[in-house]
């Protein structure tokens, strides 16, 4: 993953991100909150050399103190000091624990001894830092003294005696609060870059390169419309859905630039992928386009086309397979455009083998030669072999991948599927595309040409036919194309 990649696991996962600071804020405000307040109090004592007090005495003096100082800061927290402060002051603890409690420090090149002791209670904190500095005096004193007896060469002075603090040291809130920010921030970029690594589902065209490099078709954008109004002719001609069909459209016309592929399989890794709602948008774009299109429903197990088009499917794809009746007697009309249906017909035992048929082969070959071109909705990939079977009877494959659905896996299943058979893989749609973020699919809103000379007439008639049901009896004033009867 490079730093694109990071950027966009960050934006996917923002949500997870916001949440995780906001609860390490929360916790760190909380913590500030609920936490008992602890008082520290400060004294400092000097160390001098008693001597005659001349300029050499001092200067040996100074040197002898700095570097007895630093043995003076380890003394405060050793027995002899604390024990004389514990019985002192009385209190109900033992050396250990009050070294927790009280810490000594020397500033650099100096002879100044800080000792601070820590309590819940701001007068008792100053009473043992008081009570450790008088003791630190005397032990000093006990322990420089010469054993031939006579005074100790060291003296130390309490020059700041402990007072009351009047302020906590403990808990600090704004460093608790930013602490707590910081760690709930790191934490939500852990696991959004955590749950990107492990998350394989295909989000948008950088997670699709990572598996195929076959051409993008284009993509189509989530609409929450498209599962009442599924249909091309029942959203605005200016709508992003509509655009994206008219982009696909022609990307599928460079893509068989050749013209090699006039017959078109669209199919999915799984079910629920869009598949079917591609292949009939994408035929009603082809037909307004003015091209004459034929769409098959040759998915024998779940058939939809009938259903979105309002089309009878009780004679189809299967009777024409088992010779009960001929193509052009099934060939529905559909809209004012060049768009005939062959809808699945009955469902068969055996799906495969029909479709796998030489009758199966033979039909593509005479809608070719009827149609400009076929499209052929037909059943996914990894659960059947129906498209694996049927795809070696086209011209080319179209594979719809539902974007944050499919897994990466799946479709490198599919593809290797495909490619076992040797089929002529077109491209790739993306379904469901997020309308914002870093996976959204950019359209453009511009008029174009096509769009414009599209008769308004036209378009509102289509809509209507398509909200009305079209039911094969309103289309019977249009004539079947008639194709050779096969032999």
């Known amino acids: 993953m490079d730093l694109r990649d990071y950027g966009r696991v960050l934006r996917r996962n923002w949500l997870v991100i916001v949440a995780l600071t906001m609860v390490g804020l929360l916790v760190g405000g909380a913590s500030a909150l609920l936490a008992q307040p602890t008082y520290t109090a400060e004294a400092k004592l000097f160390v001098a050399i008693q001597g005659s007090g001349s300029v050499s005495e001092l200067q040996q003096g100074n040197t002898f103190s700095q570097a007895r100082v630093q043995s003076y800061v380890k003394t405060v927290t050793s027995p002899i000091v604390l024990q004389p402060a514990i019985d002192s002051l009385g209190l109900d603890e033992n050396v250990d624990d009050l070294s927790r409690r009280v810490k000594a420090s020397t500033e650099l090149n100096t002879v100044i001894i800080n000792v601070s002791a820590s309590d819940r209670s701001p007068v008792q904190a100053a009473a043992i830092a008081q009570a450790i500095a008088n003791s630190l005096v005397q032990a000093v004193d006990t322990l420089e003294r010469p054993k031939a007896g006579g005074t100790s060469p060291v003296s ?60 993008l078709l284009g993509g189509i954008a989530f609409d929450a419309d498209a599962t009442r109004k599924p249909l091309l002719t029942q959203t605005p001609a200016q709508s992003p859905r509509a655009e994206s069909f008219r982009q696909l459209r022609t990307n599928l016309q460079f893509a068989n630039v050749a013209g090699h592929a006039k017959t078109v399989l669209i199919s999915s890794s799984l079910p629920s992928e869009g598949k079917s709602t591609t292949a009939t948008n994408l035929a009603i774009a082809l037909a307004q386009a003015g091209q004459a299109v034929c769409l098959i429903d040759a998915d024998l197990r779940r058939p939809m086309v009938s259903e979105y088009l309002g089309l009878d499917r009780n004679a189809g794809l299967t009777t024409c397979l088992v010779g009960q009746t001929d193509v052009n007697d099934v060939l529905q009309p559909w809209g004012e455009e060049n768009l005939f249906v062959l809808t699945s017909g009955q469902i068969p035992p055996n799906p495969s083998e029909l479709l796998g048929s030489d009758e199966m082969k033979t039909l593509i070959l005479r809608l070719e030669s009827a149609f400009d071109t076929v499209v052929i909705d037909a059943p996914p990939l990894l659960p059947v ?91 019977a004033y249009r004539p079947a194309r008639v194709l050779p009867r096969s032999r």
Not at 410 to 439: C, F, H, T, Y
Request: charged residues 15%; glycine residues 8%.
């Open 156 to 215: 130390l002075s309490i020059i700041t005696p402990a007072q009351a603090p009047t302020a906590p040291s403990a808990p600090n809130t704004r460093v608790n609060i930013i602490l707590g920010l910081v760690i709930g921030l790191a934490l939500g970029i852990g696991a959004a870059v955590l749950r990107g690594k492990l998350d394989s589902r295909i989000r948008g065209e950088a997670d699709l390169r990572r598996v195929t490099d076959s051409p």
């Open 385 to 475: 072999t129906d498209a694996a079977v049927l795809s070696q009877h086209v011209g080319g494959v179209v594979m719809v991948v539902a974007a944050q659905q499919t897994r990466s896996q799946d479709l490198q299943k599919s593809l290797n599927a495909l490619e076992l058979v040797q089929a002529n893989l077109l491209g790739v749609i993306l379904n469901r595309l997020p309308v914002k973020g870093p996976d959204a699919y950019a359209y453009s809103y511009y008029n174009n040409a096509e769009s414009q000379s599209a008769p308004p007439r036209e378009e509102s008639a289509a809509r209507q036919n398509s909200s009305s049901g079209n039911t094969p009896a309103e289309n």
